[in-house]
């Protein structure tokens, strides 16, 4: 099945500061998405994107598709975006569900 | 606008005991539905996924099963838990495959 790594698994941020996040992907993909998962587990959608750039505030996340790699730009960083971001793909061309395979996360915390 | 809804949010249970999770969408008509489990300090798993009512598709043998009596309606179960069914089930849902999921709030089971 299709592998996904994320880097860096952990990050610590001041408040303000910038941060991006990679997630790599061994196989082309039919979908791509960027979540956030808060500290009460809950999963939170930041961006669709099996490819090209989009920005939501102040996050952004750019996919190059043909190269098999996501980032993800948090600036101006804030405590309340501390937390585990995961990258989540579907390499399967099943026509019918869209299968999604984790990676490991990275776990971001935002200081004062 | 649609939305996910779990319950219970939280469950504790005795090793040996039964298991029923109960998950609706509501907002939208035959959506995919999938129920992933996350361990502590892990990325998310795929257990099962549903495209339509009465039609179940497994991805990881294990003790669970799962029903789709209605078409907004996804049902995990188990005839007898045991201590590694520990851990935080999620359901999601998605409009078609290739669509981004959209997850409920999550079921966090402990087995005592």
């Known amino acids: 099945g299709i592998q996904v790594e994320q880097s860096p698994p952990d990050l610590i941020l001041q408040e303000g500061a910038n941060s991006t996040l990679r997630c790599n992907f061994s196989d082309s993909v039919n979908n791509l998405q960027w979540f956030h998962q808060n500290p009460w587990g809950q999963l939170i959608n930041l961006f669709y994107?099996?490819?090209g750039t989009k920005q939501n505030g102040r996050l952004s996340a750019t996919t190059v598709a043909t190269e098999r790699y996501s980032l993800l730009y948090i600036s101006s960083s804030q405590t309340t975006d501390s937390g585990v971001y995961f990258c989540?793909?579907?390499?399967?061309?099943?026509?019918?569900?869209?299968?999604?395979?984790f990676g490991t996360g990275t776990r971001l915390q935002v200081t004062l | 606008s649609q939305t996910i809804h779990q319950w219970p949010a939280t469950l504790v249970q005795p090793v040996g005991s039964p298991l029923s999770l109960e998950c609706t969408v509501e907002?939208?008509?035959?959506?995919?539905l999938y129920w992933y489990r996350q361990a502590a300090g892990r990325g998310l798993q795929l257990l099962f996924y549903s495209v339509g009512i009465g039609q179940i598709s497994s991805e990881v043998p294990q003790n669970l099963s799962a029903s789709r009596p209605q078409d907004r309606q996804f049902i995990l179960s188990s005839k007898k838990l045991l201590l590694s069914d520990s851990g935080f089930y999620l359901c999601?849902?998605?409009?078609?495959?290739?669509?981004?999921?959209?997850f409920g709030d999550g079921t966090r089971l402990s087995i005592l």
């Open positions: 999601a849902w998605s409009r078609f495959s290739y669509q981004p999921q959209h």
């Open positions: 989540a793909v579907d390499g399967e061309d099943t026509g019918t569900a869209s299968k999604l395979t």
């Open positions: 994107i099996p490819s």
């Open positions: 907002g939208t008509s035959n959506p995919n």
